[in-house]
């Protein structure tokens, strides 16, 4: 009996390659619509599916290969004598390859496109002929992408597909449709947390291992968005690894949490920041931050990245070593210069200085990233055995602003405020940022108690005050400003605080204690602002 394959793809790519051999080799050829055409013009003999079915392409194409003529004709096994009969009794015959790939819904969607227009591209048939031929892997070639075509042509030239090649195939389709699938449901959902959580995502390389060497990994990126991270270029340096990814993520949520001007993209809860604090001076234009192992070491404001880049090495300039540095303005060549004499492994920006660029560049294994789009990710999801953690990203920086002590903060204080509430949120918990100027002077991360995080943040500080006083860089004051990631329930961290010269906290409040603890600011002479919103990061 004459084998016969189904051809009707979107992505014309090597279709002639196949269809050819196909032919070539004895092979009858059905197909549809433009892909018809497509090999009628490269002068190949061509079945249309309407001629097997006795059915018309209706309803502008929606229906087309709908039907028991071809679906059986793939689903039938060859080995059941019974299902060779009703094949037969029907008057259809066997189609042993299926050749489809799907309308494009992952590159629509990314479009600002109209419902009516996306639903025109979500595709029924061809995900429906790909199963079919999937499900009976043992007697039928299913085909969806164009790189697995001179694989297949090979394998017939050579006596047939083994089974393992074939049940590969299969698995490309289901796994393809599943993505597929999941795209437009994510797309149809109006609720962040359905039934079932979809997800479609792609790979997009191979990494050379995960957090340590003995650890594979790899990289997928979403299908149906384009996030801060698929969206960035890199100008130089080696690949990217596993840790440098997480970080690079982390680093750049960061330098956008304070405003990207590349994009106008607004600080990180600026809408409840004006509501609240109508009054608040505009925040210095260049961030600069520096990450290590997920969470920063050093982040500060200025008028000049250079300056803020200063500021950020000084916060911490052993744990910089070797870390990576973010900033959401254009890197220019004075700070590009004084970059270049550090270890880095990865510096973002918007963009770079053509001569800053060049100077860069000089470090061989430095990877220059450029990224112009901040991040937008709605929902965060954490892997956790047999599942995932799924919540909204936390984009509410402040819910009210409490005074609850006799003593107002000052006004100077309340820029250093809002930046360290702001910085805090992305320092992993227990997180205490001491704030000068709208610099970390000090940060205290990932400690299992707050006073701990106060105690490191606090002495982190006094060395950077000397050490920034000897250069020049400070006036050698300590910082008045103390930002919580949480409430506190003890008097201790308030009392440290009070000790090193702080004059201001402020933190979320909420705690059983918070009376009693507005009375210890009191008495000590600090002010202290409830905020309303915690922020944990572990």
């Not at 192992?293 to 000084?314: D, F, N, V």
């Not at 982190?460 to 919580?484: E, H, M, N, W």
Request: proline share 4%; with cysteine.
């Amino acid at each position: 009996m004459k084998k016969r394959g189904l051809i009707s793809v979107y992505d014309k790519k090597g279709v002639g390659e196949l269809a050819s051999f196909l032919v070539e080799t004895g092979w009858e050829i059905l197909s549809t619509g433009g892909t018809a055409k497509e090999l009628e013009k490269q002068g190949l003999p061509v079945v249309e599916v309407a001629s097997v079915t006795g059915f018309p392409e209706c309803l502008e194409g929606r229906v087309k290969t709908l039907h028991p003529g071809i679906h059986a004709g793939l689903l039938a096994k060859r080995g059941d004598a019974a299902h060779l009969e009703t094949l037969n009794q029907l008057g259809y015959g066997t189609i042993d390859l299926v050749c489809v790939n799907l309308y494009p819904f992952f590159e629509k969607v990314k479009r600002d496109l109209t419902e009516a227009e996306m639903i025109e591209v979500i595709d029924i048939g061809g995900p429906a002929l790909l199963r079919s031929g999937a499900k009976n892997y043992q007697d039928v070639i299913p085909l969806t992408d164009p790189e697995d075509y001179g694989s297949v042509i090979s394998a017939l030239k050579t006596g047939g597909l083994s089974l393992s090649f074939r049940k590969s195939l299969a698995a490309k389709v289901f796994d393809l449709t599943a993505a597929y699938d999941a795209a437009i449901a994510r797309y149809l959902l109006d609720e962040s947390y359905p039934a079932y959580f979809p997800v479609s995502i792609k790979k997009s390389r191979s990494l050379r291992y995960g957090e340590n060497n003995h650890q594979s990994a790899a990289l997928y990126y979403h299908t149906d968005k384009t996030g801060a991270m698929a969206s960035m270029v890199q100008l130089a340096g080696k690949e990217l690894s596993y840790n440098n990814v997480r970080d690079l993520d982390l680093a750049w949520k960061t330098a956008c949490a304070f405003g990207l001007s590349a994009d106008a993209t607004p600080p990180h809860g600026e809408e409840s920041v004006v509501r609240l604090l109508p009054d608040l001076p505009q925040a210095l234009p260049a961030c600069c931050v520096a990450v290590k192992h997920t969470t920063p070491c050093g982040l500060a404001l200025a008028a000049t990245l250079s300056e803020a880049y200063t500021k950020t090495y000084i916060c911490d300039p052993i744990s910089i070593f070797g870390g990576i540095l973010a900033c959401n303005v254009t890197i220019d060549l004075e700070t590009a210069k004084k970059m270049s004499e550090l270890f880095l492994e990865i510096i973002i920006a918007p963009d770079f200085e053509e001569d800053a660029l060049s100077l860069l560049k000089k470090r061989k294994d430095l990877r220059i990233m450029r990224a112009a789009s901040a991040p937008r990710e709605k929902l965060e999801c954490i892997s956790i055995d047999g599942g995932l953690l799924v919540q909204n990203t936390d984009r509410t920086l402040l819910e009210k602003w409490d005074v609850v002590t006799q003593l107002q903060p000052g006004p100077q204080d309340i820029p250093d405020m809002i930046f360290g509430i702001r910085a805090v949120t992305y320092v992993k918990s227990n997180a205490i940022v001491v704030v000068k100027n709208q610099a970390a002077m000090g940060i205290g991360a990932g400690e299992t108690n707050r006073l701990w995080a106060a105690e490191l943040a606090l002495n982190r500080s006094t060395r950077a005050v000397i050490s920034a006083a000897q250069t020049g860089a400070d006036d050698g004051a300590f910082p008045r400003v103390l930002a919580s990631d949480a409430f506190f329930t003890f008097p201790d961290v308030i009392e440290v605080a009070a000790a090193s010269g702080i004059k201001t906290i402020v933190q979320p409040g909420g705690s059983h204690q918070d009376q009693f603890l507005i009375d210890v600011c009191d008495k000590l002479g600090i002010a202290m602002v409830f905020i309303g919103s915690r922020h944990f990061k572990h």
